[in-house]
């Protein structure tokens, strides 16, 4: 508003004086004449010029001269885009105003070009670490993925381990029956009284000549016939006992063969599931160790009941069992009771499973140790090696089933409980063919 009231007073102010010297000349014209008249529009003419040019000059000098300036100022700032630098003010009218303004401008784009730097400089700091820290994750990555491949390797190599203990140790149980029946066969053929023939023979070659008047004249040869009946009836008993020990060492060779190809069988995932009855598999079980519970002198109590046939792996149902028995045997063993007691039982109280029970009154399990007893290489036995309860436990989870203990105390027994399943064929190859999904085989 200053500087267009400026201009309005300079305009005015010339109108004002051309009037005056318009009304001066109209005044004097009638009284100079016609001369004066040309003179005085010429003065007229010369006084509009000159302050056509007072004007311009005003305008020039107070407008376009500081926006010519102003112009100048913001191109220069804008090329040296040094946003710090200032526009000097002059006056305090309108473009003064314009120059102000276009200060504090300035220092808000000076301020928000501070702004910006520092944003990208943080920018960049934050891309320069999110570079390193992707860096760092891709090694972090790579190094977890060959943590990743060594670890599947060693869970192969302790899968394979796993199975491999478990499966000496079956041998193993096994080897110390046949062990015992080798070794009796081979006392029994060493005290054999059948080397007296030697001595008839030696005899009957001597007087062979005269065979009828030694044997019915001589009073040693009189004795040959009774002896060689006795030496009979003796070889009869010792054949029966041979007999059955080398049926028991067959039996146990067999077991071993067929933990073998049990073990085979599942490199191939090939289902070795037959039809079994339970009670006859608990009893083929308790073959395999009645010479430890005769010879340690432990009382044997069945409870069975009839249950439905099981369609199951019967070699691995076999292989717990007999792990079952054998620490029930090894407690006894270690236990200062004098009565030694093996209970076993079958029950049918759970819709889904049928329950084996192995109760032994012998040492017991500490309350500390229950949770541990299952763990591969744990065991409290003085001789132990902590191997086959850890492989029953596999085995039954293998099958769909389960195993527990139980036991209130040392000295105060326990109770091995089996769980095995009720499936038909068709039930225990649904299950197979989601372990085959879902479990790798161990090479």
């Given at each position: 508003?200053?500087?267009?009231?400026?201009?309005?007073?300079?305009?005015?102010?010339?109108?004002?004086?051309?009037?005056?010297?318009?009304?001066?000349?109209?005044?004097?014209?009638?009284?100079?004449?016609?001369?004066?008249?040309?003179?005085?529009?010429?003065?007229?003419?010369?006084?509009?010029?000159?302050?056509?040019?007072?004007?311009?000059?005003?305008?020039?000098?107070?407008?376009?001269?500081?926006?010519?300036?102003?112009?100048?100022?913001?191109?220069?700032?804008?090329?040296?885009?040094?946003?710090?630098?200032?526009?000097?003010?002059?006056?305090?009218?309108?473009?003064?105003?314009?120059?102000?303004?276009?200060?504090?401008m300035l220092d808000v784009i000076s301020a928000s070009q501070m702004q910006l730097v520092n944003m990208i400089t943080n920018i960049t700091?934050?891309?320069?670490?999110?570079?390193?820290?992707?860096?760092?994750?891709?090694?972090?990555?790579?190094?977890?993925?060959?943590?990743?491949?060594?670890?599947?390797?060693?869970?192969?190599?302790?899968?394979?381990?796993?199975?491999?203990?478990?499966?000496?140790?079956?041998?193993?149980?096994?080897?110390?029956?046949?062990?015992?029946?080798?070794?009796?066969?081979?006392?029994?053929?060493?005290?054999?009284?059948?080397?007296?023939?030697?001595?008839?023979?030696?005899?009957?070659?001597?007087?062979?000549?005269?065979?009828?008047?030694?044997?019915?004249?001589?009073?040693?040869?009189?004795?040959?016939?009774?002896?060689?009946?006795?030496?009979?009836?003796?070889?009869?008993?010792?054949?029966?006992?041979?007999?059955?020990?080398?049926?028991?060492?067959?039996?146990n060779i067999d077991l071993i063969k067929e933990v073998i190809a049990s073990q085979q069988g599942l490199s191939t995932m090939i289902s070795?599931?037959?039809?079994?009855?339970l009670s006859n598999l608990i009893d083929d079980a308790l073959f395999f160790c009645k010479k430890d519970i005769k010879t340690r002198h432990?009382?044997?109590?069945?409870?069975?009941?009839?249950?439905?046939?099981?369609?199951?792996?019967?070699?691995?149902?076999?292989?717990?069992?007999?792990?079952?028995?054998?620490?029930?045997?090894?407690?006894?063993?270690?236990?200062?009771?004098?009565?030694?007691?093996?209970?076993?039982?079958?029950?049918?109280?759970?819709?889904?499973?049928?329950?084996?029970?192995?109760?032994?009154?012998?040492?017991?399990?500490?309350?500390?140790?229950?949770?541990?007893?299952?763990?591969?290489?744990?065991?409290?036995?003085?001789?132990?090696?902590?191997?086959?309860?850890?492989?029953?436990?596999?085995?039954?989870?293998?099958?769909?089933?389960?195993?527990?203990?139980?036991?209130?105390?040392?000295?105060?027994?326990?109770?091995?409980?089996?769980?095995?399943?009720?499936?038909?064929?068709?039930?225990?190859?649904?299950?197979?063919?989601?372990?085959?999904?879902?479990?790798?085989?161990?090479?």
């Open positions: 508003m200053k500087l267009l009231m400026k201009i309005r007073l300079m305009i005015i102010a010339t109108l004002l004086v051309i009037i005056s010297i318009v009304v001066v000349m109209s005044g004097t014209t009638y009284f100079m004449g016609l001369n004066f008249i040309y003179k005085s529009i010429g003065i007229v003419i010369f006084s509009g010029i000159i302050l056509f040019l007072m004007i311009e000059f005003f305008i020039k000098k107070i407008i376009l001269d500081r926006l010519f300036a102003f112009k100048n100022a913001l191109n220069d700032i804008t090329i040296k885009k040094d946003f710090n630098q200032k526009i000097p003010v002059e006056g305090k009218d309108e473009i003064a105003d314009l120059v102000e303004n276009s200060n504090k700091n934050t891309n320069s670490q999110l570079n390193s820290e992707i860096k760092a994750r891709e090694a972090a990555e790579a190094e977890l993925a060959r943590l990743n491949s060594n670890m599947i390797i060693a869970s192969r190599r302790a899968g394979m381990a796993d199975v491999a203990s478990s499966v000496l140790h079956n041998i193993g149980n096994t080897l110390n029956s046949v062990n015992v029946s080798a070794a009796l066969i081979n006392e029994k053929i060493a005290k054999s009284e059948i080397d007296n023939l030697l001595l008839v023979a030696k005899l009957l070659e001597n007087h062979q000549d005269n065979m009828d008047n030694y044997l019915a004249h001589n009073a040693k040869g009189k004795q040959i016939p009774g002896f060689i009946i006795m030496l009979a009836a003796k070889w009869q008993a010792q054949k029966a006992l041979l007999m059955e020990e080398s049926s028991d060492l067959l039996k070795t599931n037959e039809h079994c009855k432990i009382n044997l109590i069945k409870n069975y009941i009839d249950t439905p046939d099981l369609y199951i792996d019967r070699i691995k149902v076999l292989q717990i069992l007999v792990n079952l028995v054998k620490n029930a045997i090894e407690s006894l063993t270690e236990s200062i009771i004098q009565e030694k007691i093996i209970t076993i039982q079958i029950k049918a109280d759970n819709p889904d499973y049928v329950v084996i029970e192995i109760i032994d009154n012998g040492v017991g399990i500490d309350e500390d140790n229950l949770d541990k007893i299952f763990q591969f290489g744990f065991t409290t036995k003085i001789q132990g090696h902590g191997i086959g309860l850890h492989g029953s436990c596999n085995s039954a989870q293998e099958l769909g089933g389960k195993l527990s203990v139980h036991s209130n105390g040392v000295n105060k027994g326990a109770t091995l409980t089996l769980l095995l399943p009720y499936e038909t064929a068709e039930t225990t190859g649904d299950r197979l063919g989601r372990n085959q999904t879902d479990t790798p085989v161990a090479d």
